[in-house]
C-alpha cells in the first residue's frame, strides 16, 4: 500500500468523523491543495484591502464502493489580509445506483439516486459565465467564481435507447454566503470582502452630507431555511450528441431587499430599514451538445421569471445604492472548445436577450453580462510547465476580464504560479464590473498539491 501524506492521513480523518464509510474493498481518492499567494508584486497595483494576500485551502474526497455507492466531499477556504475567513462546501452527497434497475457503468443506462449537496449540470451557460441563477456559486473570487450545490435529492433514469430523464427536489435553502458584508455595532455596513458592493455610508439627502445607520430586520433562521425547490431535467444523448430541457422552481441564490429610508428627527443621520427578502424565480431552458474525443461545442439558453416584482424605491436606492426592482432575464450562449492534457483552447459568447434599459431601470441590479465573448487558451510543457490565458470582453459596455497565468512545478508537490489579474470598465463607471475596477493583481503563489 503507498504509503499517504500527512495532509492525506487528516483529510480522510476529518472525512471519517463526519460519517463516511469505507470498506476495504472501496476506492478511495484524496486531492486537493493549500498554500498562499501575495497579489501585491507591484504595490501600485490592486491596492485593495483584502486583496493584497491570501492563503488557501481545497480538499477533495471521492469513495466508491462495490455495493454502486459512490460518496464525495468537496471543500475550499479562503483567509484574506482583512483578516476574512471565507469557506464554500461545492458538494457534500451519497449516490446510490441501481435503484429500479440495474446501472451500466459506461453509461448507457440504468438509474441512481443522489442526496446532499450537489451541483446540478443543468445549464452550460450558467455554470460558463458564472450568472449564478441555477446553482450557487463559491465566489470568493469574481474571476473565477466556481460552482456550489443545492442541498437535495436527485433522481436519474436513462434507458438504453439514449432517453434521460431526472428530478430534483428539496425543502431546505441555503442562499450564497461570499462575498459577505459585516453589518457593525453603530449601524454601518462595511466589508472585508473586495468583492462586495457595500452600501453607501453618507448621502446628501438633507442638504449635507449626512451619515446613513442602517437597521436591518433580521428573519428567524427557520425562516430562512425551510424554503422548497423543484424541478427536472429531460433529454435525449447519444455517443456524440445530448439535447436537454430543464426547469426549476426555487429561491434565488442571492437574497434580496426591501428598504426605507427617512431623515432621524434630529436630522443627524438618514435611517435605512432593510428587510432581507428571500424571492421565488423559475429558472428553465436548454442545451444541444455535440462531442468527439476531446472537441466539444454546444448552444444553450436560460431564462429567469421572478415569481415576484418588488416595486422599486427610487428614493432609498438614491440614498443607499441598493437596487431592489426585479426584471425578467433570458441568455443566449454558444461555445466551442478542444481540451487535452497538453493544451485547450476555447471560444464562448453570450447575449441577454431579455430587455434591459440602464437608465430605465436603474432600480434593479446591472446584469453581469450583457453580449460577451471569451476566448481562453492553455499549453503544457513537459509536464512540469504550464501557461494559461483567459480574455472575456463586454461588447456592449466594453467590461474586460484579463486573467494570464504561468504555473511551474517546483517538485511533485510544490506548485509556484505567477500571474496578472485586470479588469477594465466603461469610463461612465455604469456596469456591473464598476465597483471592483481596482482589484487588478499582479501576483505569485505557493501551493502544496496533494
Given at each position: 500500500?503507498?504509503?499517504?501524506?500527512?495532509?492525506?492521513?487528516?483529510?480522510?480523518?476529518?472525512?471519517?468523523?463526519?460519517?463516511?464509510?469505507?470498506?476495504?474493498?472501496?476506492?478511495?481518492?484524496?486531492?486537493?491543495?493549500?498554500?498562499?499567494?501575495?497579489?501585491?508584486?507591484?504595490?501600485?497595483?490592486?491596492?485593495?484591502?483584502?486583496?493584497?494576500?491570501?492563503?488557501?485551502?481545497?480538499?477533495?474526497?471521492?469513495?466508491?464502493?462495490?455495493?454502486?455507492?459512490?460518496?464525495?466531499?468537496?471543500?475550499?477556504?479562503?483567509a484574506n489580509d482583512e483578516r476574512l475567513f471565507m469557506y464554500s462546501l461545492q458538494e457534500a452527497y451519497i449516490e446510490k445506483k441501481s435503484i429500479l434497475k440495474d446501472y451500466d457503468e459506461s453509461g448507457e443506462s440504468g438509474d441512481k439516486l443522489k442526496f446532499g449537496r450537489q451541483i446540478l449540470d443543468w445549464s452550460k451557460v450558467d455554470a460558463h459565465w458564472g450568472l449564478g441563477k441555477l446553482n450557487n456559486r463559491?465566489?470568493?473570487?469574481?474571476?473565477?467564481?466556481?460552482?456550489?450545490?443545492?442541498?437535495?435529492?436527485?433522481?436519474?433514469?436513462?434507458?438504453?435507447?439514449?432517453?434521460?430523464?431526472?428530478?430534483?427536489?428539496?425543502?431546505?435553502?441555503?442562499?450564497?454566503?461570499?462575498?459577505?458584508?459585516?453589518?457593525?455595532?453603530?449601524?454601518?455596513?462595511?466589508?472585508?470582502?473586495?468583492?462586495?458592493?457595500?452600501?453607501?455610508?453618507?448621502?446628501?439627502?438633507?442638504?449635507?452630507?449626512?451619515?446613513?445607520?442602517?437597521?436591518?430586520?433580521?428573519?428567524?433562521?427557520?425562516?430562512?431555511?425551510?424554503?422548497?425547490?423543484?424541478?427536472?431535467?429531460?433529454?435525449?444523448?447519444?455517443?456524440?450528441?445530448?439535447?436537454?430541457?430543464?426547469?426549476?422552481?426555487?429561491?434565488?441564490?442571492?437574497?434580496?431587499?426591501?428598504?426605507?429610508?427617512?431623515?432621524?428627527?434630529?436630522?443627524?443621520?438618514?435611517?435605512?430599514?432593510?428587510?432581507?427578502?428571500?424571492?421565488?424565480?423559475?429558472?428553465?431552458?436548454?442545451?444541444?451538445?455535440?462531442?468527439?474525443?476531446?472537441?466539444?461545442?454546444?448552444?444553450?439558453?436560460?431564462?429567469?421569471?421572478?415569481?415576484?416584482?418588488?416595486?422599486?424605491?427610487?428614493?432609498?436606492?438614491?440614498?443607499?445604492?441598493?437596487?431592489?426592482?426585479?426584471?425578467?432575464?433570458?441568455?443566449?450562449?454558444?461555445?466551442?472548445?478542444?481540451?487535452?492534457?497538453?493544451?485547450?483552447?476555447?471560444?464562448?459568447?453570450?447575449?441577454?436577450?431579455?430587455?434591459?434599459?440602464?437608465?430605465?431601470?436603474?432600480?434593479?441590479?446591472?446584469?453581469?453580462?450583457?453580449?460577451?465573448?471569451?476566448?481562453?487558451?492553455?499549453?503544457?510543457?513537459?509536464?512540469?510547465?504550464?501557461?494559461?490565458?483567459?480574455?472575456?470582453?463586454?461588447?456592449?459596455?466594453?467590461?474586460?476580464?484579463?486573467?494570464?497565468?504561468?504555473?511551474?512545478?517546483?517538485?511533485?508537490?510544490?506548485?509556484?504560479?505567477?500571474?496578472?489579474?485586470?479588469?477594465?470598465?466603461?469610463?461612465?463607471?455604469?456596469?456591473?464590473?464598476?465597483?471592483?475596477?481596482?482589484?487588478?493583481?499582479?501576483?505569485?503563489?505557493?501551493?502544496?498539491?496533494?
Amino acid at each position: 500500500m503507498a504509503t499517504k501524506t500527512t495532509a492525506q492521513i487528516l483529510t480522510i480523518s476529518i472525512l471519517g468523523a463526519i460519517g463516511t464509510n469505507a470498506s476495504a474493498a472501496s476506492i478511495n481518492t484524496v486531492n486537493g491543495h493549500f498554500g498562499g499567494m501575495n497579489n501585491q508584486l507591484n504595490r501600485d497595483i490592486g491596492d485593495v484591502p483584502g486583496n493584497r494576500f491570501n492563503g488557501d485551502l481545497r480538499f477533495t474526497f471521492e469513495n466508491q464502493d462495490p455495493t454502486n455507492i459512490e460518496s464525495k466531499v468537496d471543500f475550499s477556504a479562503l483567509a484574506n489580509d482583512e483578516r476574512l475567513f471565507m469557506y464554500s462546501l461545492q458538494e457534500a452527497y451519497i449516490e446510490k445506483k441501481s435503484i429500479l434497475k440495474d446501472y451500466d457503468e459506461s453509461g448507457e443506462s440504468g438509474d441512481k439516486l443522489k442526496f446532499g449537496r450537489q451541483i446540478l449540470d443543468w445549464s452550460k451557460v450558467d455554470a460558463h459565465w458564472g450568472l449564478g441563477k441555477l446553482n450557487n456559486r463559491k465566489n470568493f473570487d469574481f474571476f473565477d467564481p466556481g460552482q456550489e450545490g443545492l442541498v437535495g435529492i436527485t433522481y436519474e433514469n436513462k434507458s438504453s435507447s439514449g432517453f434521460f430523464w431526472k428530478i430534483f427536489g428539496s425543502a431546505l435553502y441555503v442562499p450564497e454566503t461570499n462575498p459577505s458584508l459585516d453589518i457593525n455595532k453603530d449601524r454601518t455596513i462595511t466589508s472585508r470582502n473586495p468583492w462586495s458592493d457595500p452600501p453607501a455610508t453618507s448621502t446628501d439627502a438633507p442638504g449635507s452630507e449626512t451619515p446613513i445607520k442602517y437597521y436591518v430586520d433580521y428573519p428567524k433562521i427557520k425562516d430562512v431555511i425551510f424554503r422548497s425547490s423543484a424541478g427536472g431535467s429531460l433529454g435525449v444523448e447519444t455517443k456524440h450528441f445530448m439535447t436537454s430541457f430543464y426547469f426549476m422552481r426555487k429561491p434565488e441564490n442571492q437574497i434580496s431587499t426591501q428598504v426605507e429610508v427617512k431623515i432621524a428627527g434630529d436630522s443627524s443621520h438618514v435611517k435605512a430599514f432593510v428587510t432581507p427578502e428571500f424571492y421565488y424565480h423559475d429558472v428553465f431552458g436548454g442545451n444541444v451538445k455535440y462531442r468527439n474525443k476531446d472537441l466539444e461545442m454546444y448552444f444553450g439558453g436560460i431564462a429567469i421569471f421572478p415569481n415576484t416584482f418588488p416595486d422599486g424605491n427610487q428614493e432609498a436606492t438614491d440614498q443607499t445604492d441598493l437596487k431592489t426592482e426585479k426584471r425578467r432575464e433570458a441568455y443566449l450562449g454558444w461555445g466551442l472548445s478542444q481540451v487535452n492534457d497538453t493544451f485547450g483552447m476555447g471560444f464562448n459568447y453570450i447575449a441577454r436577450v431579455s430587455p434591459y434599459d440602464r437608465d430605465a431601470d436603474n432600480l434593479a441590479s446591472d446584469p453581469r453580462w450583457n453580449q460577451a465573448v471569451n476566448l481562453f487558451l492553455s499549453r503544457n510543457f513537459k509536464k512540469n510547465f504550464k501557461l494559461m490565458g483567459d480574455i472575456k470582453y463586454d461588447m456592449l459596455t466594453t467590461d474586460r476580464l484579463v486573467m494570464l497565468r504561468a504555473g511551474y512545478s517546483v517538485t511533485k508537490a510544490l506548485l509556484l504560479t505567477l500571474g496578472v489579474n485586470m479588469i477594465g470598465t466603461p469610463n461612465s463607471g455604469k456596469s456591473y464590473w464598476s465597483p471592483y475596477t481596482n482589484n487588478d493583481a499582479l501576483f505569485v503563489g505557493l501551493r502544496y498539491v496533494y
